[in-house]
């Protein structure tokens, strides 16, 4: 026998009935919502409302008009019938080839993406008693990096007794800053974190102009190599006249 509030069920013997009732309302839900909501607008047979304002396939208003007026003239124009903006009322929809509409916002989107710039930052680890070739070495990648458009870290590690010497760091990071002034610029000063100091190298240049610069130098290389594989080279044209010069005149056969 079931406790109050319980009762058996078919297959769900026990199931408590809250719990049964809870997992019902969710499937319902589900059947209504229609499953995952799609981004994709309406077009065509699938705009269920009586009425809709029309935009013609110029962009010109023609107006409030029911939706087979609006299938007719899409099917007469060869177009698609897209809304545009399914919140109005009544709501927004517009005359157009939909898939050539797809087509080039994917371009758009793909285009925008190719010329996104992400701001980097970049790390670069040096000692107070640096040596002078790593530190023409480290500077190297510092201004390279600069170039690209990128932010760089700069972290002077103190082990030992080189943390009595704070000092040390601090003049390495001001020469550091020095040198490659043209390029960038002291975008956080120096500043001790524990055992590190620690200084930002912000670049004069946009991410987007270093890639812009990027490109054209790419560009030119290019033509370039090719100007200079097509062009003949020196030898080849010296040789030319030389081998013309010796070639024996032909003479007219005897009839």
């Given at each position: ?11 769900a013997v026990g199931l ?137 870290k700069i972290t002077i ?40 100091m620690i200084m930002v ?55």
């Amino acid at each position: 026998m079931s406790r109050p509030g319980h009762f058996l069920l078919p297959g769900a013997v026990g199931l408590d009935v809250t719990r049964r009732y809870a997992a019902v309302r969710q499937a319902v839900a589900w059947c209504y919502r229609g499953g995952s909501i799609s981004a994709e607008p309406r077009i065509n047979d699938r705009i269920r409302v009586p009425e809709v304002r029309l935009v013609g396939p110029s962009g010109e208003q023609v107006g409030i008009v029911p939706l087979a007026k609006a299938l007719e003239l899409a099917q007469e124009y060869d177009l698609d019938l897209v809304e545009v903006a399914a919140t109005a009322r009544p709501p927004v929809c517009k005359l157009m080839d939909y898939g050539k509409f797809k087509y080039e916002s994917a371009m758009k989107a793909r285009e925008a993406r190719k010329n996104q710039a992400h701001t980097v930052i970049k790390e670069m680890k040096l000692r107070p008693k640096i040596d002078p070739h790593d530190y023409d070495t480290k500077k190297g990648h510092v201004v390279r990096f600069l170039k690209q458009g990128d932010k760089v870290k700069i972290t002077i590690m103190f082990r030992g007794r080189e943390q009595s010497r704070p000092e040390l760091g601090f003049r390495l990071l001001q020469r550091l800053a020095s040198d490659v002034e043209d390029l960038g610029f002291i975008e956080s000063n120096p500043k001790q974190d524990g055992r590190n100091m620690i200084m930002v190298l912000g670049p004069h240049k946009k991410k987007t102009e270093a890639m812009a610069e990027a490109r054209e130098a790419q560009a030119a290389r290019k033509a370039e190599r090719q100007g200079t594989t097509d062009a003949p080279s020196e030898g080849d044209t010296a040789e030319a006249p030389a081998a013309a010069a010796e070639a024996p005149a032909e003479t007219p056969s005897e009839a």
